[in-house]
């Protein structure tokens, strides 16, 4: 028997266009109905399985706005609404980089960074934390 999960994500790519899933590698369904998405750049990017459709959509600009901004691959967190969660992966916070920073801080300099879809429209604010995705 399927799980669940498993149809609900089905259904949900099957509303994707191809194109738009090139950049990712694997899919992992988590028990607590999340998906892990790993993309080709290094990047990890977890979704609700019943919004994934809408979080393919939304992932290439974020994980696009996150790169553009200098920080390394680590998790992006798209199970909410805008603004979107970055988490450095463990390597990443004790190689420096642009996550080195301790406390609050604007974007570019915490370890975990929140980015909104459009970062234009939904500004961008940062707050260091680390821990393993």
């Not at 919004?51 to 600009?61: C, D, R």
């Not at 420096?96 to 879809?117: D, I, R």
């Amino acid at each position: 028997m399927i799980s669940s999960n498993v149809s609900t994500v089905c259904r949900q790519l099957a509303k994707v266009p191809s194109g738009e899933l090139t950049d990712v590698s694997e899919f992992h369904i988590n028990g607590d109905g999340t998906i892990s998405m790993y993309l080709d750049n290094g990047f990890v990017v977890l979704a609700d399985s019943d919004s994934l459709a809408g979080a393919v959509n939304a992932m290439q600009s974020v994980v696009h706005y996150f790169v553009q901004k200098g920080y390394k691959p680590g998790t992006v967190d798209l199970t909410g609404q805008p603004p979107y969660r970055y988490t450095p992966f463990a390597n990443a916070q004790a190689s420096g980089g642009a996550q080195g920073a301790s406390g609050q801080q604007s974007a570019g300099g915490g370890g975990n960074a929140v980015a909104g879809a459009n970062a234009t429209a939904n500004g961008v604010t940062s707050q260091t934390g680390g821990g393993i995705p």
